[in-house]
């Protein structure tokens, strides 16, 4: 299935049905009068989130999308059908933007949740509505309202717990594949991954979803490379897991590289949670480790966790991965801590 996180749609709501001028013409009846019967309510455009998703290609080939008119009303008081709502399934995480792809409109972040972006137009009134104890046999019949137009973005940020994030041929391909079922491609060539990879790691009962994103390169936030067009995967991410190829002869420069193009992203990235994996220590003896482990710690701070490990052999993988659910761990009891605060403090 081809990954598709970002597309522009035309939308409009069902224009209201007409209402009907009409009159009581009937044998034996002695009194007659209007009876001319309301339009019907256009459809609404409604956006659900759909857990099942985790792409936008189905808007990829098909960009306008119309919800059905109300139909008009007719004689003996009869109210025209509503028009039927158009529903637009979408993954779950997707923003749904202005046309100037700049204010967010709505953010669907739970299964099964729904918004009614644009509202069908009313229907018009018929006669019968406008008949008074003065105005017996009024001719008078509204148009329906009509729809609402627009033009917005689609964008999907894919709900991961763990961002991993690096340069590219860091390993982390290789390592997604190791924790988890997934198969990214692997090569040895730099932008293998050309879109974000998502894999689910366990470690007993729990599990974490992980998130592998296109490598950054120096400049990425200039437009370089790929770009940081995807780094906003990460923003929902709980944990950011920087792998850094131990080959390199200076660990530390790619370490500050990567985080400067983090911080030039902005979206509070550099603030998160961070562990730093020194990758690829099968092709180094243990000297050279420990220097390298030396300078990313004194680079990195002492509140940033730096571990050895090989995605290829396995060697440091566990540890890595013990850690990722531990600071997940960590920041979900506070995020539910302030939930609990949050609760006693609203006013009742």
């Known amino acids: 299935m081809q990954f598709l996180d970002q597309c522009k749609l035309y939308l409009k709501s069902g224009d209201g049905g007409r209402g009907a ?52 009303g007719a004689g003996r008081e009869k109210t025209g059908a509503n028009g039927d709502d158009l529903v637009l399934q979408v993954p779950v995480g997707t923003q ?47 148009p329906g309202w009509p729809g609402t137009e627009a033009w917005v973005w689609l964008r999907l940020k894919l709900i991961a717990d763990v961002g991993l994030v690096g340069m590219p041929n860091a390993g982390k391909s290789t390592f997604l594949a190791s924790v988890s079922h997934a ?21 007993g009962d729990d ?28 923003e929902r991410c709980a944990v950011i897991l920087h792998l850094i190829d131990g080959t390199l002869d200076d660990v530390a420069a790619t370490y500050r590289a990567i985080r400067e193009e983090l911080a030039a992203y902005g ?45 290829a052999t396995g060697d440091g993988v566990p540890e890595v991965v013990g850690k990722l659910f531990a600071v997940l761990a960590e920041h979900r009891a506070a995020q539910h801590q302030g939930a609990m605060l949050d609760a006693f403090a609203e006013p009742t």
């Open 96 to 142: 749904i933007m202005d046309e100037d792809n700049r204010e967010v409109l709505a953010d669907l972040i739970r299964p099964g949740q729904r918004v009614v972006l644009l509202h069908g137009g009313d229907g018009g009134f018929g006669n019968a509505h406008y008949k008074t104890s003065t105005n017996r046999a009024p001719r008078r019949a509204d």
């Open 21 to 72: 001028a009409s009159f009581r013409r009937e044998k034996f009846i002695e009194f007659g009068g209007p009876d001319g019967g309301n339009g019907g309510n256009g459809g609404d455009i409604v956006f659900a989130a759909a857990e099942n998703l985790n792409t936008l290609i189905d808007f990829r080939y098909r960009q306008h999308f119309r919800a059905a008119n109300g139909r008009p």
């Open 183 to 203: 198969r990214p491609k692997i090569a040895d060539y730099p932008f293998t991954t050309l879109k974000p990879q998502l894999g689910v790691v366990r470690l």
């Open 267 to 311: 979206h509070g990235l550099v603030s998160k949670p961070e562990i730093v994996g020194l990758n690829k220590i099968d092709a180094l003896d243990a000297e050279a480790v420990a220097a390298k482990l030396h300078r990313l710690r004194s680079t990195a701070g002492r509140i940033t966790t730096v571990l050895p490990l090989s995605a």
């Open 207 to 234: 599990e974490l979803v992980l998130a592998d994103l296109p490598g950054l390169i120096e400049g990425a936030s200039e437009g370089v490379g790929i770009g940081t067009r995807f780094l906003g995967h990460v």
